[in-house]
């Protein structure tokens, strides 16, 4: 069990190395560049992370996956309607923007280059992956249910085309500095997703 003191050191030595791979690159973080930007000896560090740098990696996957996630409830667990996707869309955005979102810009760079090369990286991102898809499948369903989506309306298949438009246009953005691909992408997808809306009554007929 951490004091707190500990605990607090602990998250800024986590958050600092979030921030230099975010920047950098998993590959290209080294611990020394880890020790200089958060102020912490050698001692210090293996002390709360004894392997090195390879758990120290997987603290920073599972810090920012968590943080991904808390930034969108609770719209994230209440998609339920259009409109709560319209906000959901906007927040994406939002979180994503340019010098924001650090969260989203650090597992993007973990999940380009340290599966190969860090082990149990992939599977704590695939289960980050895998509860993201469930919140956007638990949304759809409802929908699907509340007779907002037609009943033959593939809600995983759904969920999955969201996810993938939302990981792909943000990877696109950080490479190009702006929302516009993601923007893009969520536009096209949350269109298909109308597509599914059963159709309108017919009007009724003229006496």
């Not at 994406?92 to 090369?117: K, V």
């Not at 895998?130 to 809600?155: F, I, P, S, Y």
Request: glycine letters at 8%; hydrophobic letters at 40%.
């Amino acid at each position: 069990m951490l004091t707190k003191k500990g605990a607090a050191t602990k998250a800024r030595i986590i958050a600092g190395a979030a921030q230099l791979v975010a920047v950098k690159g998993a590959a290209e973080t080294c611990l020394e560049d880890i020790r200089a930007a958060t102020g912490t000896s050698k001692s210090q560090l293996f002390h709360y992370f004894p392997e090195g740098k390879t758990q120290l990696l997987l603290a920073v996957a599972e810090d920012c996956s968590q943080r991904v996630l808390e930034q969108q409830r609770p719209l994230l667990d209440g998609l339920d309607s259009w409109e709560a996707w319209e906000q959901w869309q906007e927040l994406i955005l939002r979180l994503n923007a340019p010098g924001d979102g650090d969260g989203y810009c650090t597992l993007t760079a973990l999940s380009g280059q340290s599966p190969q090369t860090v082990p149990g990286v992939r599977e704590l991102l695939a289960d980050h992956l895998e509860r993201w898809h469930a919140a956007l499948t638990k949304g759809l369903t409802a929908m699907r249910a509340d007779g907002l989506l037609r009943e033959d309306a593939d809600v995983d298949e759904l969920a999955t085309a969201v996810l993938a438009a939302v990981q792909g246009g943000a990877m696109m953005g950080r490479i190009t500095g702006s929302t516009a691909p993601l923007r893009t992408a969520l536009t096209v997808t949350v269109d298909h997703l109308r597509t599914w809306a059963p159709p309108p009554p017919p009007p009724p007929a003229a006496r």
